[in-house]
């Protein structure tokens, strides 16, 4: 005589042997934000600002130099940093950087010189770890192009061979979703947060101004490799009042699941 075993049961048996449940998954939130050279915001301000937004890593666009992403780390809570040494278009304080809450690796920065508006562009790149797999930022200020520009450079000589098993990919692009150069992002395989989300693109803004004319829309953007274990959850713009604006962009963000 057989004996019949009750179907929870039998999953919750498989459960304690570890056959189910055995995929992990992991939320990873990042603000991505140009900070315009510091003109409108102490560290001390901008640290205060993103503190309660209470990220596991930010990116920085044209940033200062001289301890500035480190004192904003020290505030938010986030002694991990690494900083660039190639100043957008050669400008004063036009860094980028990367800030994170755990151990950042294998930090290196991408000269980008491609023919585009003005030159030198740059991103840099460092690695971190969830759960033992090893995730690569990288953070870039790049000119706007309707060819084969700073984006096309670094998607071609970094982006479609690294290594790492996730890769994020955020800073001002300068360019809108639905151009050459943010499509060819797309056919290397990544993938926009806005994309999962529910953003309306004929409104919104990553710019701050006060003329509608001159908002540009959103060029500021979250690009993850979209291997089919990553997707964008939440996201957006963080908006603020120009009169309050501590920058001349707005910051964006993106909490991100992980599956193992």
Do not use: C
Not at 82 to 111: M, Q
């Amino acid at each position: 005589m057989k004996t019949l075993i009750p179907l929870g049961l039998l999953l919750a048996l498989f459960s304690s042997l570890g056959f189910a449940n055995t995929m992990k998954k992991e939320e990873i939130k990042i603000i991505s934000y140009n900070v315009e050279f510091g003109a409108k915001s102490t560290p001390e301000q901008m640290g205060e600002y993103l503190k309660a937004h209470n990220a596991d890593i930010i990116t920085f666009s044209e940033v200062p130099n001289r301890g500035w992403t480190e004192r904003v780390g020290d505030i938010v809570g986030m002694k991990y940093a690494y900083v660039g040494e190639i100043s957008s278009a050669h400008h004063r304080n036009k860094y980028k950087s990367i800030l994170s809450r755990t151990p950042l690796s294998n930090s290196s920065e991408i000269l980008l010189d491609a023919p585009g508006r003005w030159n030198p562009a740059s991103a840099v790149r460092s690695e971190t770890k969830i759960n033992g797999n090893s995730v690569a930022i990288y953070s870039l200020h790049v000119a706007q192009s309707s060819g084969e520009g700073h984006t096309t450079q670094l998607i071609n000589e970094s982006l479609k061979n690294d290594p790492a098993d996730f890769v994020l990919v955020a800073g001002d692009f300068n360019n809108n979703l639905g151009s050459h150069e943010l499509n060819y992002v797309e056919t290397a395989g990544y993938k926009a947060t806005w994309q999962d989300l529910d953003i309306d693109f004929r409104t919104a803004t990553s710019v701050v101004s006060r003329e509608i004319e001159n908002r540009h829309g959103i060029i500021d953007h979250i690009f993850y490799r979209n291997n089919g274990k990553m997707k964008a959850i939440d996201g957006g713009i963080m908006y603020t009042s120009i009169h309050t604006a501590l920058s001349d962009h707005h910051a964006i963000w993106a909490t991100l699941t992980v599956t193992e």
